[in-house]
């Protein structure tokens, strides 16, 4: 009988304990943005903000400030950081799976093993940040500027890339197969030992380049 009675106190209270342990869970904040997925936090000054290792899938963060700010093994997967200033932003194997950047300030940034398979990256300014060993396969980069950008060992496989400006880039041992590069800017970029299976080069300019094909 006493461990029937036992049982029973248990399972009564147990709820009531979770709940209340549940009530002292809050969510964080910054500048009245809630960090959580699906936030709405456009414009907002985000800048220095350590967010690294949250949960921020489809937040949408366009035109917010986050210079400075540290995304290390962030989830951002879908988020919308359209026209954004990531300047600086620490960002060491992000999560931007089908993130949208669009127009987005990106200079001088650490994207070490980003993952950004269909990244929606046009317009967006890459100029000096470190991207090796990313995977942006299958995302969009037309018109972006990745000038004296480190891409070495990165992978762009099926990424659209027409027009983008790789100046000076470092694509040492990158992965470009399928890559469309029409128009773009390769003058004085590190080509060597890049993968280019069945990448389109037409109209790209490539003076000065490194290890870039010389059949087009």
């Known amino acids: ?8 106190l248990a399972a009564f209270i147990g709820p009531v304990f979770a709940g209340d342990y549940l009530a002292e869970v809050k969510v964080p904040e910054f500048n009245g943005c809630k960090l959580e997925p699906k936030t709405v936090c456009k414009g907002a000054n985000l800048s220095g903000a350590d967010l690294s290792n949250l949960d ?3 937040a949408d963060f366009s035109g917010a400030d986050l210079s400075g700010a540290n995304l290390s093994h962030t989830n951002l997967r879908g988020a919308n950081l359209g026209g954004a200033n990531l300047e600086s932003v620490q960002a060491f194997r992000v999560t931007l799976y089908r993130a949208n950047v669009r127009g987005a300030n990106v200079r001088n940034a650490k994207l070490q093993g ?4 269909y990244l929606f ?42 027009k983008a400006n790789l100046h000076k ?3 040492l041992g990158a992965n ?19 993968r280019i299976h069945y990448a389109t080069f037409e109209g790209t300019y490539m003076e000065g380049c490194t290890g ?4 087009w």
């Not at 980003?114 to 398979?117: D, I, K």
């Not at 590069?181 to 970029?189: D, F, I, K, M, R």
């Not at 870039?212 to 059949?215: E, F």
Request: hydrophobic share 40%; charged share 15%; proline share 2%.
């Open 1 to 8: 009988m006493r461990t029937i009675t036992t049982l029973c």
């Open 56 to 58: 921020l899938k489809l």
């Open 114 to 117: 980003a993952q950004g398979q």
């Open 121 to 162: 990256a046009q317009g967006a300014d890459f100029s000096g940040t470190n991207m090796t060993g990313a995977n942006f396969d299958f995302a969009r980069f037309s018109g972006a500027k990745l000038i004296d950008t480190d891409l070495a060992y990165s992978s762009f496989e099926i990424a659209w890339l027409p």
């Open 169 to 171: 880039a470092n694509l």
């Open 176 to 194: 470009l197969q399928e890559a469309k590069l029409g128009h773009a800017n390769l003058s004085e970029a590190n080509l060597k030992q890049t």
């Open 212 to 215: 870039c094909p010389t059949d």
